[in-house]
């Protein structure tokens, strides 16, 4: 498909503007905006080719839309008139790069040609020109290398191989050592490379040149390295990339000329003071590619006192002009600075919050916009402990940077080796293949978690996430033998107890005993926080099982409880066999008197949270799972049945009866089983000993401290109205028989199933709330288990574009989000004050916090160490809402 007759293809940069990156990409639209705001004079001149040409290319199967050519030439024809210049001029040539730029910045994955228009006529003409023959060979001799690299596929080394040999023919070490006779002789070897490997002569056209050289930067949009970098940062395909042509300017004239990149301040940690480095008597290739050390940007005062003081000038400049910190490219040529790029800076976490409060103080910027300038999601990075900055280590692996954070310990590849280890207080890690539910005893006791499978959603990840544990998962490079214990990589065999530690926040494994630092929240982070407070009208809650957690979350900020599952206080220790006594009960009668055991048990659980949370929300779920998860194993038990009829040790009835339970208990599906309000209806009195359980622990709490929380009792699984009607009724009775008149206490549902989003209206008669299970929702909606997506078909569906991350990762907002909107919108129809949430995962994630509050809700609720980040998004999502 062609464009459309007459489209503009080609802009000149002074007709662009920052606000045009879609269409010139960020490279092409910030040149233009510099030269607008800096002046032509300090911007070399020169022109974009649009993303748009881009795309016609490469639906027409590469060919040049229609007018492309025509509208290049006439841009050429400008640039030339403007520059004094022309290409391949056999006296003073002007030469130009051809330069990649996509819309988001894709740092190193899409190529770019320098020195282009140089032939073996137009380098005397440069050499005469600038009277230096050295710097006009040096140029060509870099020409031949990276046009033949680039536009013609030919491997980098060849090239470096061929320098490496003519350097030892000269007895020389460094590139800058050459003479011009051996610039010269290179040349000639790059120029037979160049036949030998493409059939053909090196191109001494220089429109020829400029032909090729544009059709290769749209070809490396389609390159291997791009099209995995787009995968990985969810950048879409069909962005295309333009094309910048510019005027060259040289740092390789001489100890007057260097080339460099300048961050407006401190690049790691954010201090108000420019970052770089630079590379005297270079072009800007040679300043990234490592080829030479480069030398900190300070040092270019002392050198060239006079261009270092104007790039300070023009680095607060930009910060002033664009609102935040950039990070550019210059370079020097006989002392005049010229600036080639500039772009928002990325930076690390402590960077983003220190320039964020210095950039309100120094009046910058004010909150609301220093808020936005922060990426949500990497504040993680400050929550956890991490390894000394100037820590030196060997790689043993890496993997995906699961869960943040550092952690170090002994190895152990059980869950039930990381209880008892850990009971005897050694640190340790807990090494795996991959993590199961049966594991998650062990993410408790270990220090962190490393698997050698499984992505950013994978059960390891997700489980260390919520309870803030470090986690390196899908280390591919690593052995896991659970038979024998070992774990092994590139040579290296491990074995338990040894060392090692575990970085998840950048996802890297080692053994060395690195040293760690302890995270605190920053005065500047606080700061921040505390503007993200008043910015935000979401409120921001946390999932809190225990009073550890919630005194974390409170720490953290939150302001209550979103999610309070209840199963956990069943399966402790102690509570276990009398849960199954009641499980076991033969009549109603029975069972409520194995209930009347696990009540006080119950109470202090709750005791225990309210007492933290001082008054606040509580949003407590009532039993959930199905029955047989509080049950042994069938395995287990026919084992021990053949054990006691062996040895006759009497049991064997009571063993057969519990085998008999276990069967009858077992599901085909038990993720659509028994469960949630199904088995509120079978069984009402667990939740009757449940609701009176957490009425008498807010009366205790109260009496004891004179503060009752805000009570809310949720009915897990709800599909229809009946099922959360008949359960409020049960609620309403026991509070009535325990004259809970005095508490506030709301009853509400858990919106977790489609049919629910769908009579949200009916629901909600009976509902003084709405929180949404989006994991729950997620799988129902899709009708596919996390645990079973993820290691199975989740990576293929990224790869193939069915979607473009986890739904669980990140809501879907299309298909599951659309049934929170619904249920919200039909829900407060019908009960206009219904309070809405949301908890699950998607709770903490940035992108999904700015859509819930799109949808309306009133709060999110995460787990403890997320709840700072939601605190920022929330602001953001405000702020963009606004
Ligand atoms: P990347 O996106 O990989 O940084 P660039 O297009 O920015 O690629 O160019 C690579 C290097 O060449 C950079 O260091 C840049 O500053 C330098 N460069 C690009 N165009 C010119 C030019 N017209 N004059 C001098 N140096 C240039
Ligand atoms: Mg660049
Ligand atoms: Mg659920």
């Known amino acids: 498909?062609?464009?459309?007759?007459?489209?503009?293809?080609?802009?000149?940069?002074?007709?662009?503007?920052?606000?045009?990156?879609?269409?010139?990409?960020?490279?092409?639209?910030?040149?233009?905006?510099?030269?607008?705001?800096?002046?032509?004079?300090?911007?070399?001149?020169?022109?974009?080719?649009?993303?748009?040409?881009?795309?016609?290319?490469?639906?027409?199967?590469?060919?040049?839309?229609?007018?492309?050519?025509?509208?290049?030439?006439?841009?050429?024809?400008?640039?030339?008139?403007?520059?004094?210049?022309?290409?391949?001029?056999?006296?003073?040539?002007?030469?130009?790069?051809?330069?990649?730029?996509?819309?988001?910045?894709?740092?190193?994955?899409?190529?770019?040609?320098?020195?282009?228009?140089?032939?073996?006529?137009?380098?005397?003409?440069?050499?005469?020109?600038?009277?230096?023959?050295?710097?006009?060979?040096?140029?060509?001799?870099?020409?031949?290398?990276?046009?033949?690299?680039?536009?013609?596929?030919?491997?980098?080394?060849?090239?470096?191989?061929?320098i490496k040999e003519r350097k030892r023919e000269a007895g020389v070490e460094e590139d800058v050592e050459l003479s011009?006779?051996?610039?010269?002789?290179?040349?000639?070897?790059?120029?037979?490379?160049?036949?030998?490997?493409?059939?053909?002569?090196?191109?001494?056209?220089?429109?020829?040149?400029?032909?090729?050289?544009?059709?290769?930067?749209?070809?490396?949009?389609?390159?291997?390295?791009?099209?995995?970098?787009?995968?990985?940062?969810?950048?879409?395909?069909?962005?295309?990339?333009?094309v910048n042509v510019q005027q060259m300017v040289f740092g390789n004239k001489g100890d007057t000329s260097c080339s460099g990149v300048a961050f407006s301040r401190d690049e790691i940690s954010g201090e108000p003071r420019p970052s770089g480095d630079f590379l005297p008597n270079a072009q800007g290739e040679d300043v990234v590619s490592g080829v030479r050390t480069p030398r900190d940007l300070h040092e270019l005062e002392r050198l060239m006192p006079a261009a270092y003081e104007e790039l300070m000038e023009i680095l607060r400049t930009l910060e002033r002009h664009y609102g935040d910190m950039q990070d550019t490219e210059f370079t020097v040529e006989d002392e005049r600075l010229y600036m080639l790029q500039t772009r928002t800076a990325k930076r690390p976490a402590q960077a983003a919050v220190r320039f964020a409060v210095d950039a309100v103080d120094e009046g910058l910027l004010d909150t609301a916009q220093a808020i936005a300038t922060i990426d949500a999601g990497r504040l993680d990075a400050l929550l956890h402990p991490a390894f000394a900055r100037d820590a030196d280590f060997e790689v043993l692996a890496e993997g995906v940077a699961a869960s943040p954070g550092a952690a170090k310990g002994a190895i152990v590849f059980t869950a039930d080796d990381a209880v008892a280890a850990a009971e005897h207080g050694r640190d340790v890690i807990l090494v795996r293949p991959f993590t199961e539910a049966d594991d998650v005893h062990g993410f408790q006791a270990a220090k962190g978690i490393l698997t050698s499978?499984?992505?950013?959603?994978?059960?390891?990840?997700?489980?260390?996430?919520?309870?803030?544990?470090?986690?390196?998962?899908?280390?591919?490079?690593?052995?896991?033998?659970?038979?024998?214990?070992?774990?092994?990589?590139?040579?290296?065999?491990?074995?338990?107890?040894?060392?090692?530690?575990?970085?998840?926040?950048?996802?890297?494994?080692?053994?060395?005993?690195?040293?760690?630092?302890?995270?605190?929240?920053?005065?500047?982070?606080?700061?921040?926080?505390?503007?993200?407070?008043?910015?935000?009208?979401?409120?921001?809650?946390?999932?809190?099982?225990?009073?550890?957690?919630?005194?974390?979350?409170?720490?953290?900020?939150?302001?209550?409880?979103g999610l309070c599952r209840t199963e956990h206080m069943f399966m402790a220790g102690d509570r276990a066999p009398k849960m199954r006594a009641m499980i076991m009960a033969e009549t109603e009668e029975e069972r409520r008197s194995a209930l009347e055991e696990l009540l006080p048990f119950q109470q202090e659980d709750f005791e225990g949270l309210f007492d933290e949370m001082k008054g606040r929300p509580v949003t407590i779920r009532l039993l959930d799972p199905p029955l047989h998860e509080f049950m042994p194993q069938a395995e287990e038990v026919v084992q021990e049945l053949e054990r006691a009829r062996i040895?006759?040790?009497?049991?064997?009835?009571?063993?057969?009866?519990?085998?008999?339970?276990?069967?009858?208990?077992?599901?085909?599906?038990?993720?659509?089983?028994?469960?949630?309000?199904?088995?509120?209806?079978?069984?009402?009195?667990?939740?009757?000993?449940?609701?009176?359980?957490?009425?008498?622990?807010?009366?205790?709490?109260?009496?004891?401290?004179?503060?009752?929380?805000?009570?809310?009792?949720?009915?897990?699984?709800?599909?229809?109205?009946?099922?959360?009607?008949?359960?409020?009724?049960?609620?309403?009775?026991?509070?009535?028989?325990?004259?809970?008149?005095?508490?506030?206490?709301?009853?509400?549902?858990?919106?977790e199933l489609p049919r629910a989003c769908f009579v949200a209206n009916r629901i909600a008669s009976h509902a003084d709330f709405f929180s949404f299970g989006t994991n729950d929702l997620t799988q129902t909606a899709l009708g596919f288990s996390r645990d079973d997506v993820e290691g199975r078909f989740l990576n293929r569906y990224v790869e193939r574009k069915v979607v473009d991350r986890s739904p669980f990762e990140t809501i879907d907002q299309p298909g599951v989000g659309w049934l929170v909107r619904l249920a919200a919108w039909t829900g407060r129809e019908e009960r206009p004050e219904l309070k809405l949430g949301i908890c699950g995962e998607h709770g903490g994630d940035p992108e999904s916090i700015t859509f819930f509050q799109l949808a309306g809700l009133d709060y999110v609720s995460c787990s403890p160490y997320r709840v700072p980040i939601a605190r920022v998004a929330a602001a953001q999502a405000a702020i963009a809402s606004d």
């Not at 606080?526 to 409170?554: H, M, Q, S, Y």
């Open 180 to 242: 011009v006779d051996d610039l010269r002789a290179l040349t000639g070897r790059f120029r037979e490379l160049f036949s030998e490997e493409t059939g053909e002569e090196f191109p001494q056209d220089p429109s020829e040149q400029l032909r090729q050289a544009i059709r290769a930067v749209f070809d490396s949009w389609l390159g291997a390295r791009a099209v995995e970098y787009r995968r990985i940062n969810h950048i879409p395909d069909d962005w295309g990339t333009a």
């Open 453 to 561: 499978e499984g992505g950013k959603a994978s059960h390891a990840a997700l489980v260390a996430r919520g309870m803030g544990k470090p986690c390196v998962s899908g280390a591919g490079t690593l052995e896991v033998d659970l038979g024998a214990k070992t774990v092994s990589a590139g040579g290296t065999t491990l074995s338990e107890g040894d060392l090692i530690a575990i970085d998840g926040s950048a996802g890297v494994v080692t053994t060395d005993d690195v040293p760690l630092e302890d995270p605190e929240v920053s005065d500047e982070f606080e700061t921040v926080l505390g503007w993200a407070d008043e910015l935000r009208t979401l409120g921001v809650r946390t999932n809190a099982d225990t009073p550890e957690d919630a005194a974390k979350a409170r720490e953290f900020g939150a302001e209550g409880i």
């Open 1 to 162: 498909m062609a464009v459309a007759a007459g489209t503009k293809l080609v802009y000149d940069f002074a007709e662009g503007s920052k606000d045009m990156r879609d269409l010139l990409g960020g490279k092409g639209a910030n040149v233009a905006e510099m030269t607008r705001v800096l002046g032509a004079e300090r911007v070399p001149a020169g022109f974009t080719i649009t993303t748009e040409a881009c795309v016609a290319y490469m639906k027409a199967e590469r060919e040049f839309p229609e007018g492309l050519e025509e509208q290049l030439w006439e841009a050429l024809d400008r640039l030339q008139e403007q520059a004094g210049k022309r290409l391949g001029d056999a006296d003073d040539p002007l030469l130009v790069s051809v330069r990649s730029g996509a819309r988001e910045s894709m740092p190193g994955m899409l190529d770019t040609v320098l020195n282009l228009g140089l032939n073996d006529e137009s380098v005397a003409g440069l050499a005469r020109a600038t009277e230096n023959e050295r710097f006009a060979w040096d140029s060509y001799r870099r020409f031949c290398q990276m046009f033949g690299n680039v536009c013609r596929g030919i491997a980098g080394e060849r090239y470096e191989e061929l």
């Open 647 to 751: 040895e006759q040790s009497g049991n064997e009835q009571e063993l057969e009866h519990t085998l008999e339970r276990v069967h009858s208990l077992a599901e085909t599906n038990p993720m659509l089983g028994t469960r949630g309000v199904r088995l509120g209806i079978l069984h009402p009195e667990i939740y009757e000993m449940q609701a009176r359980a957490i009425l008498r622990a807010a009366f205790a709490v109260r009496d004891r401290t004179g503060e009752a929380p805000e009570l809310e009792i949720m009915i897990p699984l709800v599909a229809y109205e009946r099922e959360l009607q008949l359960m409020r009724d049960l609620v309403e009775r026991v509070a009535g028989e325990e004259d809970a008149d005095e508490l506030e206490v709301s009853i509400g549902t858990m919106i």
